[in-house]
């Protein structure tokens, strides 16, 4: 064990203010292991990322982040732009409200799988997704969204009080009861099909053209608290996933998604699903689109997002069952 503090991101805002009560048994769980810590508390939307990048320009060894999906993103942000010669691993103590990310991480949660993870876990490096558009460039480790995904971002403060299955499922029937499908042009470059048949035009390149329910592309299986989009999908693969969902009326699209929470989708003739290393989503008539990111709301709108994998550039500390 390390005499070096260890350095905790805590994002006491997360699941709806449930992160400072969940970082307190955490930070008391490690003191009691003897394992002292440095804990950074966010003050505001975008801190992680600075703290991130604080902490990898100090030469900092190991991370905890405490937080969600959200928090995540941002470290990993931060980190990835930091410039720093070696970056931390990062350990990760969910609290967010989805948490699809800490299912690539481990199949356990609880105050006492930290200390397990920092003593027994492997340091594997994780694939990300880096989207630029004009303007503007993030990275998401997880998740980019289109479509009704936006919307159920806009629903789900009405639903705050349910988990995360429960609260994505009520936010997502919310918003598709008013959501218009976006015409989108998806282009997919670089990779194989995930599920289905080959398309036409060959596994390197394919066009996807139409009105789109939901097009998201990941990093990994799941998102929205467990709904398993891209059921093939590995962060450590050097390729990211596309599931679009086209357009076809309320009743079709209801009865795609108890198969989208099994994963069992693929075959559906609303489903497109090809695994890919870049990617093009643009708006056929240039207007500007929004998106998500890892469960959070884009900056800004774009007509065109520009889409590629950066592979093995998040180390990240997982179970060793992983």
């Not at 499922?169 to 008013?178: C, D, G, Q, T, Y």
């Not at 053209?209 to 693969?237: C, E, K, Q, W």
């Not at 489903?271 to 959070?296: K, S, Y």
Request: aromatic share 4%.
């Amino acid at each position: 064990m390390s005499t070096a503090p260890l350095r905790v991101i805590v994002n006491p805002a997360a699941s709806s203010g449930r992160g400072m009560k969940a970082a307190e048994a955490l930070l008391g769980e490690l003191d009691g292991q003897g394992w002292p810590c440095d804990a950074r508390y966010t003050e505001a939307p975008g801190h992680a990322s600075r703290l991130a990048a604080q902490a990898a320009l100090e030469g900092i060894d190991r991370m905890v982040v405490v937080g969600g999906d959200g928090t995540v993103h941002e470290v990993a942000g931060g980190l990835l732009g930091s410039g720093a010669d070696r970056m931390p691993a990062v350990a990760i103590s969910p609290v967010g409200t989805g948490n699809d990310f800490y299912r690539m991480v481990s199949p356990r949660r609880g105050v006492k799988e930290l200390p397990r993870l920092l003593q027994e876990g492997a340091v594997k490096r994780f694939d990300v997704g880096r989207v630029r558009w004009e303007g503007g460039e993030r990275v998401f480790v997880n998740l980019l969204g289109v479509g009704v995904d936006v919307e159920v971002l806009r629903c789900r403060t009405l639903y705050s009080r349910l988990p995360g299955l429960p609260q994505y499922l009520a936010s997502f029937l919310h918003a598709l009861a008013r959501f218009r499908p976006q015409a989108v042009h998806i282009e997919v470059r670089a990779g194989e099909p995930a599920a289905g048949p080959e398309p036409a035009a060959g596994p390197r390149e394919q066009h996807i053209r139409g009105r789109t329910t939901l097009s998201v592309i990941t990093v990994g299986p799941s998102i929205g608290g467990g709904f398993m989009i891209n059921p093939d999908a590995h962060a450590l693969d050097g390729q990211l996933d596309l599931c679009h969902v086209a357009a076809g009326g309320l009743v079709p699209i209801l009865r795609l998604v108890p198969k989208v929470m099994r994963g069992t989708h693929a075959g559906s003739p609303l489903v497109t699903m090809r695994r890919l290393e870049r990617a093009v989503i643009r708006d056929p008539g240039g207007e500007p689109m929004w998106f998500e990111l890892d469960g959070e709301l884009a900056p800004e709108p774009a007509p065109e997002l520009r889409v590629e994998v950066i592979p093995g550039a998040f180390p990240v500390l997982v179970s060793n069952d992983r």
